[in-house]
């Protein structure tokens, strides 16, 4: 039965309709990003994964639809979109990433994986919402992030993170010294098209060096030519069927 508070809210279906999430109609909803991260992290069943700023859960749910068995949490700082990632079926932690709850001080993970405000608002507009801008807007600087995530890891333990593409120098500086062997999936909308976003990933006391790998490509074509969906059958099937991205 819907409640008054539920009028605010909708159910929204992910994974074509393998994962259904409550969201606020107003504020930050979540779209093709947290599911394209939940879908470049290999987890396996019984690792440990920490969802760090996860909103309504929506990245760490998508990822144990598709790897059932896993150690997962959240930890979310706006109280009411922690309620919902709870409603939804994560265990999350109310708390700032930078004073994590004492219970999350003392564990580590396999996996971190953090889909983080896109937006420095130093050089922009705030949102009107203030779910919608603590979502976009990045009032934590990237480095706090990263330092968050390292000392979660345990020892050769992964961060995956998705951002845009022009945070990539702010990411790597952001490792060096905590983090080691960084690689950097450029995400293009189309063939011929500049990558907007870019998939993220470092470990935990690793040595390999700095690698760029092959763009991937999201919609099919060089150019939107019709209504409807354009998708790529590698794309479709991540966000359609839970499938993992082949990185």
């Known amino acids: 039965m819907t409640s008054t508070l539920d009028a605010d809210l909708t159910h929204d279906a992910f994974l074509g309709g393998r994962l259904h999430l409550w969201q606020p109609k107003a504020g930050y909803r979540a779209g093709v990003d947290p599911v394209l991260l939940a879908a470049s992290v290999p987890a396996k069943v019984g690792q440990s994964v920490l969802d760090l700023g996860c909103g309504v859960g929506t990245a760490g749910l998508c990822l144990r639809a598709r790897v059932p068995g896993l150690d997962l949490v959240g930890l979310e700082r706006q109280a009411d979109y922690a ?60 480095a706090a992030w990263i330092d968050a995530a390292a000392r979660r890891l345990r020892h050769k333990g992964y961060l995956h993170m998705i951002n845009r ?61 019709r209504d409807g969906e354009s998708y790529t059958p590698e794309i479709s099937a991540v966000l359609r069927e839970g499938a993992a991205l082949h990185l």
């Open 165 to 225: 593409v022009e945070r990539v120098p702010d990411l790597l500086a952001a490792v060096a010294g905590r983090l080691g062997s960084p690689e950097v999936w450029p995400l293009c909308p189309r063939i011929g098209k500049a990558a907007e976003l870019v998939i993220f990933r470092a470990r935990k006391n690793g040595r390999a060096n700095f690698c760029l790998h092959f763009p991937i490509i999201l919609h099919e074509g060089a150019r939107h030519e």
């Open 83 to 142: 309620a919902l990632a709870g409603r939804n079926g994560l265990e999350t932690f109310v708390g700032d990433l930078t004073d994590m709850p004492e219970a999350l001080r003392d564990r580590s993970f396999d996996h971190v994986l953090a889909n983080p405000p896109y937006f420095d608002r130093k050089a922009g507009r705030e949102a009107t919402d203030t779910g919608r801008e603590a979502g976009r807007g990045a009032e934590t600087p990237v």
